[in-house]
Structures are given as C-alpha cells and as structure tokens.
C-alpha cells in the first residue's frame, strides 16, 4: 500500500462517518422525542403532540433514510478499504455488528413503516408500540456499535492466536472499560442535538412572530431537555476524561498539548488556548491557568497528567488537531449550559417565548449539537491513533494492501460528489421541512395571555391584560416584532 | 459435541442473502420499471407499494455483510477487497435510490424528475453491479497469504458482465409480478403485459447461464453431470421449466399473487443452482467454508443471537407486511 493511498483511505473513512455520524445521532434523539410526544398525546388527549408528531417525523423520516444509506456504506467500508483489520479483528467487531443489525437495525426498519404509513391500519395502541420498537432500536444500535467502538479503544476480554483476535470473554469483550462513559457520552449528545435543533427551530419560529401553542411546546420540551442533559452531559464528560487518563494517557495529554510532565507537588496548569507544534514539542502561545488542569483532569491540586514526550514520536496523536477539536467541543458545552439555565429562568412570566436575544441565540446553537458530536469524535478517533485497536495494531497495519492510489482516490472523488449531492440535498428538504412549522387547526389558536397559552401578535395591543409586568415586556417585544414583520 | 459452527453460519447467511434477493430485489425491480410508467400518480403508486418495507428489505444485505464479517472474517477482507469498485458503485447507487424514497416527495415539481432518476439509475446500478459481483464470484478470485491478489478490474468479464444484465431482468420480472400483486385497473394490466416479456427473458438467461457456467468451469461441470448427482440435481431445471410455464399462464389469465409467488419460486430455483456449484466454497475456487471461519468463540456467540433473533425478525417482518397487505391506490401513503 502506497502512504498516499492510506492516507486517502483514512480520509474517506473520515469523510463518510462524519456525515453518517449526524443522522443516527438525530434519529436517536427525534425518536426518543417522537415516543414521548405519542405517548403525551395518548395520555393528554391535547391535539398538540400529535401536530407536533406529525411534524417532526417528516423531518425524523429524511434524517433516518440518509442514516440508512450512509450506514450501509460503513457495514461494507471495513471490509473494501481496511480489509487487514477486518481479517484481525473481526472475530469480535464481526459478532458485535452482527447483534446490532439482528437486535436493532431489523427492528427499526421493520417498525418504521407502521411508524410512517400504519396509523390508520394498525390502530393507537400498535403504532404507539411501533414508535417505541423505533425509539428503542435507535437506542440498541447505539449500544452494539458503541461497544465495538469501545472495544477497539480499549480492548480486553482477548486473546491473540495466530495473529488475529480471539474473544475469550465476551461479558469484558463488551462491557470493555471506556463502553459505560462512551455510551452515556453518546446517546447524551444526541438527545442535546435534538434538542437544540428542536428548540432552535421553534425559536426560528417565535422570532418570524409564528406563535402558537405547538412552537411554545417545542421550544418548551427542548429546553427542559437541555436544561437536563447538558450539565449532566458535562459530568458524563468529566468522567469519560478520568477513564481516557487511565487507559489512553498519550490521547489525554495530545488533547492537553502537554509536552512535559510538571515537577511533583506543582500541579498541571490547564492550557485554554494555544498551538500544539508536532514538530517543535511544544505548545506555542499558550494561555494557562495555573493548577486549573490537576484540578480539572486528574481531580486533585497537584495530580499529574501524562505528557506527550511520556510517548515516542510515533505513538503520539496529532495534538494539534485533537487540542482543537475538544475545545470546541467543550465550549460548545458551556454555550448549550449557558442557553439551558437562561431558559430556565426567562420561564418566570413566560419571557422565553419573547426575549429575542434569547431566541436568537437558541437559533445560532441549532447546530451546536450536531458540530460538538463531530468534534467530539474527532477527538476520541484522531487521539486514537497511531492506532485503530488500541495498543494492538496500527491504522496503517490496517488497510487493504492491494488497493492502488489511484483507486482510493477514485472512490473518495466518488462518495465527495455523491454525498454532497444526497446530503446536501437531504439537508435542504430537512429544513425546508422545518421552516414549514408543524401544521395545525389554527381556530384553535386562543387569545392573548395566560400561562400555557398563545399570544396573538396581529392582536390589537389594548387587548392585552395589563396586570402582568413580565406580559407587558412581551407586548412591547410583539410591538417591535410585529413592525419589523410587517403584522 | 458435534456442532458445525462454519456449516450453519453459512446456511444463515446463504438464507439472508436469499432474502435479501427476493425482498430488495421486487423493490429494486419497481426502480427498474419506473421508465415504463411515466405519469406521476402511477409512480407515486409504484413508490408506496414498497416505502413502507423497502428498508426492511434492505437491512438482508447488511446482515449479509455483517454476518460474513462475524463468521468467515477472511472471507469479507478478500471479497470485498476483489469487488471493491463494483460494490461500492453499488452501494452508490443504493444511496440514490434509497433516499429517493423520502426526497422525491419533498422535492418540488421541477426536482422530483431528478430523484425520478436518481431512483432509476440507482435502482439499475445497484442490481447491475449486484449481477456483477455474482457473476465475478462465480469465476473466483485468486487469494495469497490471506490477501487478495489480484487486479482492480479482474471482475470483469463477459460472464460477468451477462449476469449483471441478467440480475437486472430477474429483479424487473420480479418488480413486475410484485405489482400485478399491489395494483388494479390499467396499472395492473400494464405490468402483465410487461411480465410476460421478461418471464420469457428470465427463462432465456437461467438456460445461458447454467450452459455458460459448467463450460467455463470443469469442477462445477463435475458437480453437476457425475452420476449420482446429475439424478438429485435433476429436479432443479425441471422445475424451473414447469414454474416458468405456470407462470406465463397466470400473467395471461387473472392470477394476482400467483405471478409474484411463481417468480420467487423461479428466483429460489436459481439461487439453489447457484449454491449446488459453488458449495463449499465461500472464496471460490478453492477456499471452504471451513477454512475462512473465524473463532469458535465468534461464530457461537453471534449464533445464539442469531438462531433466537431471526425467527422474531422473520414474525415481525410478515406482520408489518400483513399490515400493508392489499392494493395500492392512487393517493395512498403518509406524504
């Protein structure tokens, strides 16, 4: 294999994960989402989760098609491009994506079409059933492949004969000792980025003065989810660092950009910016916090962290790369805890449906989710390597041997065009989708005030109750809203 | 204890690539078809015949791939190694047809001609580069040191080439009868007239291939024509003729689900010919099933899964079939 035709076959896994990463991760969160508003709707009886249901499984149904295609890529990409791997170690990926396709992808593609097409033939009940089968498959799929993924970075439960794997025990093979925090990290950032593209397009609504009962709901559940998961997301994600310490030092101290190990009793400083240089081994412009990364990273005022110079040269991620792709994944956090907690207390008088810097800024973190996932994998693959098992064999060891430069490159030129094409297009309908707004009977729309109710900014102002200071800031923020708009 | 893992690893996914066959294979048919049944509404119809199970259908080729992955690891590395460009052209053309599905109802009036074709050349691509790899594993692939080792191109052949083409037919037979099945009035009787043509090609390629392949390769012949053999396998072609014949009476007469059941029986015939050549082999010409397993410890974990998982897939696949059940008329579906 020619270094050029790795590197090709490394960006072309790298090209069509990152697009197959973003549906799964939505489909998990917008069937989990699409269960509970069927549920809300079967107990409540309130037509709103159904207009909400009906909405969003449109979107939910062209997320979950791309993520079926690009998926069936991947299955196939092991063997095409990395088939060294495959034949290493597929004595425990092979199993592992086996039960995912048996327990998972089987049973969302074989209840999604009741899902989309069956309410009228099956009946409440089953369709509530159907939407669960989904929601519950996403959540399965994650888990299989989660463990495969684990697995490779942290692997355990084996033995090597013959030069390939052999399972020996499949209990540590699975639940290997990075699966848990990887799990939880996951299926936690794709609730987030479901619920910032939730709430970001129901506040894309509320600032176009759309406001009725279904956008006040979305934007309502997606902050209560957010308001949940994202510091929760943040104490996943403390831990999951305590386990890479443990077990992939090189890739903690390349996310770091420690070069060298601190004297003992100093502690480590915490690098917030700066330029990890490969070449030069260090970190140049560096801005510290003294003691700021014992504290963060090892959970004491002196702990000490590996340093990247612990590593040879070869064995050591690219940190200039992983540096930056975890601060943009953390900030990206702080950003979302941020909207959550502002959400949480704009609720008082109901100024979260009004406060425009508000809405805007829950507009700009729609895509917050979906960019801190790809970051996040970034980090965890890029600060994998040199490896793709963990200590056991190295990406390069990896790839198809027979394959010429020319061919990879064929094929990478090939899925560049054909999946900005699908995608982008894919894409396009998805927020086309969005921007239509969930349908609805709009006589039910009610009058102005209330908890729980709708505003109505064609309303005349004089109809407003004056009694509520927090209803008066809506009316002067609807007066505004309603000039710009033209209502 | 006696038990083959290799052997009934091999017979699940000789099972799931047959139902991969029968089940993509009508949907990818109706893609094939599209050029035939231009008027919107009608290919609106052919579409909702299969949204609600295409994906199902779909998901035999990643067990296919998954559970060559799982039980002959060495298999899945070579294999797809060999086929590397028509596979992924296939899968290409998978990922045009399948997102068709969604796109082309959303897409406005003057795009939707556009996933029209996408749907079309994917659903042509996918079945040709299917027929492609069939026809290229037949001939075998040659293997040194647990590598691939030969060419780029070495897939292609004109057997190859002709099985490609052939796959192509079979699946638009089989689309064909599917909506004789799931449609009425003028749709229905186009698809009959339509069948009929491609029963008689169907009949016309089995007949080149099964002289083409024991020509091209003496140890199939073997298999074939050695005595005690040629009498078990002798129902083989004598079936097919018979199954061909009824077939052909019932797209002339009133048959509705007789043609679709007729074709698969047709396909299974075929696929079972298939098998009795290449059998053990999964790296034809020589490498046995045997020989590309994987771990023990691999094949019997996943097989536990496998043996209680797949009669419940097979349950709640017949059931949302069941849901879907009767014809399909202009109007329907969820768009």
């Known amino acids: 294999m020619e270094p050029l035709a790795l590197l090709l076959a490394r960006i072309q896994f790298g090209f069509t994960i990152s697009f197959h990463i973003i549906f799964p991760a939505l489909t998990i969160g917008l069937a989990s989402y699409l269960a509970v508003l069927e549920g809300l709707w079967l107990r409540t009886g309130r037509k709103v989760y159904l207009d909400l249901y009906q909405f969003w499984i449109k979107v939910f149904a062209v997320a979950f098609g791309m993520g079926v295609v690009s998926g069936l890529v991947m299955a196939y990409q092991f063997g095409t491009n990395w088939s060294n791997f495959s034949r290493f170690a597929g004595g425990v990926t092979g199993p592992l994506l086996a039960y995912e396709v048996l327990t998972a992808f089987f049973l969302e593609a074989g209840f999604l079409g009741v899902m989309l097409f069956g309410r009228e033939r099956v009946g409440p009940a089953l369709h509530f059933v159907s939407t669960i089968a989904v929601a519950v498959g996403t959540l399965i799929s994650a888990t299989w492949i989660l463990a495969s993924n684990s697995w490779m970075q942290t692997p355990q439960g084996h033995e090597i004969i013959d030069g390939r794997v052999v399972p020996v025990d499949w209990f540590r093979v699975i639940f290997n000792p990075s699966f848990p925090y990887r799990l939880a990290h996951t299926v936690t950032a794709a609730y987030l980025a479901t619920a910032l593209m939730v709430g970001g397009a129901a506040a894309w609504h509320l600032l176009r003065g759309r406001d009725n009962t279904r956008v006040r709901t979305m934007l309502s559940m997606a902050l209560w989810m957010l308001l949940a998961a994202a510091p929760l997301q943040a104490v996943i994600g403390d831990q999951h660092g305590l386990n890479t310490l443990e077990h992939q030092p090189a890739k903690l101290a390349a996310i770091e950009g420690h070069w060298e190990r601190t004297p003992e009793g100093e502690g480590v400083p915490l690098k917030l910016f700066g330029w990890p240089d490969m070449q030069a081994e260090v970190t140049r412009y560096a801005v510290e916090i003294p003691r700021a990364g014992s504290l963060l990273l090892a959970h004491s005022w002196d702990g000490q962290i590996p340093a990247l110079k612990d590593f040879a040269p070869e064995d050591r991620p690219n940190s200039t790369v992983v540096f930056w792709t975890f601060r943009t994944m953390v900030g990206l956090g702080v950003l979302m805890i941020a909207l959550a907690f502002w959400g949480l207390w704009l609720r008082r008088g109901q100024r979260l449906y009004a406060r425009k810097n508000f809405l805007r800024f829950a507009v700009a973190l729609s895509p917050a989710g979906l960019v801190a996932i790809l970051a996040g994998w970034y980090t965890t693959e890029i600060g994998r390597q040199p490896w793709i098992v963990y200590g056991l064999m190295r990406t390069a060891d990896a790839v198809s041997p027979q394959h010429s430069t020319a061919q990879v490159g064929f094929t990478l030129a090939l899925f560049v065009v054909v999946y900005l094409v699908v995608f982008g297009a894919g894409t396009a309908y998805g927020l086309r989708l969005i921007a239509k707004g969930p349908a609805g009977d709009e006589a039910e729309r009610p009058a102005w005030g209330g908890p729980g109710e709708t505003r109505t900014p064609m309303r005349p102002l004089s109809a407003a109750p004056e009694d509520d200071q927090a209803e008066t800031d809506i009316r002067a923020d609807a007066a505004k809203e309603g000039d710009r708009d033209g209502h | ?335």
């Open chain 2, 1 to 335: 204890m006696g038990i083959d893992l290799p052997l009934i690893w091999a017979v699940i996914i000789l099972f799931g690539i047959m139902m991969y066959v029968v089940m993509d294979g009508f949907d990818l048919g109706i893609g094939i078809l599209f050029p035939f049944v231009p008027a919107k509404e009608d290919r609106d119809v052919l579409m909702n015949t299969v949204a609600p199970v295409w994906d199902g259908n779909e998901t035999w080729l990643v067990l296919g791939g998954a559970g060559l992955l799982a039980a002959f690891p060495l298999a899945y590395a070579v294999i797809l190694s060999a086929f590397y460009l028509p596979l992924i052209l296939m899968l290409v053309g998978l990922v045009f047809r399948g997102v068709a599905f969604e796109f082309r109802f959303k897409a406005r009036a003057g795009k939707r001609r556009w996933w029209d074709h996408a749907f079309i050349g994917g659903s042509v691509t996918a079945a040709f580069f299917q027929g492609v790899t069939l026809g290229a594993f037949l001939n075998g692939m040659p293997v040194e040191g647990g590598n691939y080792a030969g060419g780029a191109f070495d897939w292609v052949s004109p057997f190859s080439l002709f099985t490609g083409v052939a796959l192509v037919a079979a699946y638009a037979l089989l689309g064909a009868t599917w909506l004789v099945m799931k449609t009425e009035g003028r749709l229905q009787m186009r698809m009959r007239s339509l069948a009929r043509p491609l029963a008689w090609l169907m009949l016309a390629v089995i007949i080149a291939i099964s002289i083409w392949t024991p020509l091209a390769h003496e140890a199939i012949a073997r298999r074939w024509f050695s005595l005690p053999n040629l009498l078990w396998f002798a129902p083989v072609p004598t079936l097919v003729a018979l199954v061909t014949w009824r077939l052909l009476r019932e797209l002339g007469g009133e048959g509705h689900a007789s043609p679709f059941v007729l074709t698969l029986g047709l396909l299974f015939l075929g696929y079972t010919g298939l098998g009795i050549s290449l059998w053990p082999n999964v790296i034809p010409p020589d490498i046995s099933i045997w020989q590309a397993a994987g771990p023990p410890q691999s094949l019997g974990f996943a097989l536990v899964g496998a043996l209680l998982i797949i009669p419940v897939i097979l349950m709640y696949t017949a059931w949302s079939y069941w849901v879907f059940r009767g014809k399909v008329r202009h109007g329907d579906g969820y768009h």
